[in-house]
């Protein structure tokens, strides 16, 4: 079904506040616009947490038939990026190499659906450049009186009207003065930073018409956004920009003014931002100490399928409290879905579902899906439909009601569903030598439990934990699975 062939999407826009039908510009396509990692160090589980909704975004989107042109920045130049490689002698390149191929692994492990390009702002600058000429040219920015070119908020309307921050209540002291140069006003921010020494020794600093030095980073943003979809659609304006809510004031009011002020255009339609995860009742930050890195859940062993179904327990609007107790219990979740269609497949027995019916339940899941869904992403409600369809398909296939080709198209909207919310265990492809060397072990731990020789079989099981081998002992006997890295 198209997206607009029944429910309508509506979507949470912060520059209205309010809930909105979502229709694209153009039918059928929608651009795409997700802040990215600022590539200084690795990106933290709350970072991944707004990936994560913006990956749900996207995937219903494309479940509901529109095509999604996904632009996602990678910033590797910026005060935070020039300290770290300053610190550590090394060029800004070589600094951040090895945290943009670590993002793009994390992403992997997190199965979250690639972005169609991923620019890099050092790989973007002739385009910062036009845009801040085009700038200064319309008089809405001028150069200080240290070499940098500051926006002149005084001259952009509309300033402030994302975020509500209203003029009087931008002064000296506020976020948006926070950069250190000499400006003509205290609300003024950066576009183009004056060259200095730490700049140069690292290797960031471009030469521009207006004086040699780099970008700010409210400027990347928007000159890699405008410039990826114009260049691919001839247009200036996107559907939808996303982020945290850490980015609309001042970064994303300030990308509004710049982008606006340059071309005219309204910038983005729609706003969407994702909450904070909290780790006892503070938001994660590496200004706090309190980080957790997706790599730190892989070494531990946590399944990608359990981040997931962590993360769209809450909706994204809303904060999201990560602990040990939440994380064992979307582990548990997840391995009753991943056993769940198990036995669905079983049932279906390989049949096609050619000619037959689509179970009542199975309707009722993908409407009910849908739904959720459609209401600014209710995640929580979405997941919530799929296991009253496991209780509800577990009571038909025990009264055996189901036929193969009935399990078949059941299994089919299962799949649809889990290609957006994609919440089953990790799958492991298990090589004939391992399976058989498993098979005896569990032979071998029978065999000893048999004996009432406990000990024995407790260190069989834990020769298997080795190898990455969970064991789950049931009254029909022991299931066992190869865990994902």
């Known amino acids: 079904m198209g997206i607009f062939g029944g429910m309508n999407l509506r979507l949470y826009n912060t520059l209205t506040r309010r809930l909105e039908p979502f229709k694209p510009l153009h039918d059928g396509r929608v651009t795409l616009y997700t802040c990215g990692p600022t590539v200084w160090n690795y990106a933290h589980i709350g970072n991944f947490r707004t990936f994560l909704f913006e990956d749900l975004l996207r995937r219903y989107l494309e479940y509901r038939g529109v095509e999604v042109f996904h632009v996602m920045n990678l910033t590797d130049v910026d005060d935070r990026t020039i300290g770290a490689a300053a610190t550590a002698g090394v060029s800004l ?34 385009s910062m450049v036009d ?28 300033y402030g009207r994302l975020s509500q921050v209203e003029r009087r209540e931008l002064k000296a002291g506020s976020r948006v003065s926070s950069d250190e140069y000499a400006k003509e006003d205290a609300r003024d921010f950066a576009l183009w930073k004056a060259v200095s020494e730490v700049d140069e020794a690292v290797g960031a600093a471009w030469n521009a018409p207006f004086g040699r030095g780099r970008p700010g980073w409210h400027l990347e943003c928007s000159a890699i956004a405008l410039s990826q979809i114009k260049g691919r ?20 009011e300030n990308e509004i003014a710049q982008s606006e002020g340059a071309t005219g255009q309204t910038f983005s339609r729609f706003w969407l931002h994702g909450e904070f995860l909290t780790i006892g009742g503070t938001k994660m930050s590496k200004r706090f100490g309190n980080t957790l890195t997706a790599r730190d859940l892989k070494e531990d062993g946590v399944d990608a ?16 409290g990560f602990s040990d107790e939440a994380l064992d219990s979307a582990r548990e979740g997840v391995g009753r879905l991943g056993e769940f269609r198990k036995r669905l497949e079983a049932a279906s027995g390989g049949e096609p579902s050619d000619g ?3 179970p009542a339940a199975a309707v009722d899941l993908e409407n009910a899906f849908q739904a ?58 298990v090589s004939d030598d391992l399976r058989q060397w498993v098979e005896r072990r569990l032979a071998d731990r029978q065999a000893a439990r048999g004996a009432r020789d406990f000990a024995a079989a407790d260190r069989i099981r834990a020769e298997l934990a080795e190898r990455g081998v969970e064991l789950e002992d049931t009254p029909e006997g022991t299931r066992w699975q190869v865990r994902g890295d």
């Open 131 to 158: 845009l801040v000429t085009t700038l200064l040219d319309a008089g809405l920015a001028y150069r200080g009186d240290d070499g940098s070119v500051y926006f002149a908020v005084a001259s952009f309307e509309n």
């Open 372 to 429: 959720a869904m459609d209401e600014d992403l209710n995640a929580p409600q979405a997941v919530a439909t799929v296991f009253s369809f496991v209780r509800k398909a577990n009571r038909e296939l025990d009264a055996g009601t189901w036929s193969a080709a009935a399990a078949t198209r059941a299994l089919e909207v299962l799949d649809r569903v889990m290609d957006v919310l994609d919440l089953l265990p990790t799958s492991v492809t």
């Open 233 to 252: 659609y001839g247009i200036e304006t996107l559907d939808i920009h996303a982020g945290g809510v850490d980015l609309i004031f001042p970064h994303h």
């Open 93 to 126: 390149g070589e600094h951040t190499a090895p945290f943009v191929a670590a993002f793009f692994e994390d992403c992997e492990y997190l199965r979250i659906r690639p972005a169609h390009v991923y620019p890099r702002a050092t790989e973007c600058v002739d």
């Open 305 to 320: 399928g359990a981040v997931r179904y962590l993360c769209y327990s809450t909706h994204y609007r809303q904060r999201l």
């Open 356 to 358: 037959e019916n689509c």
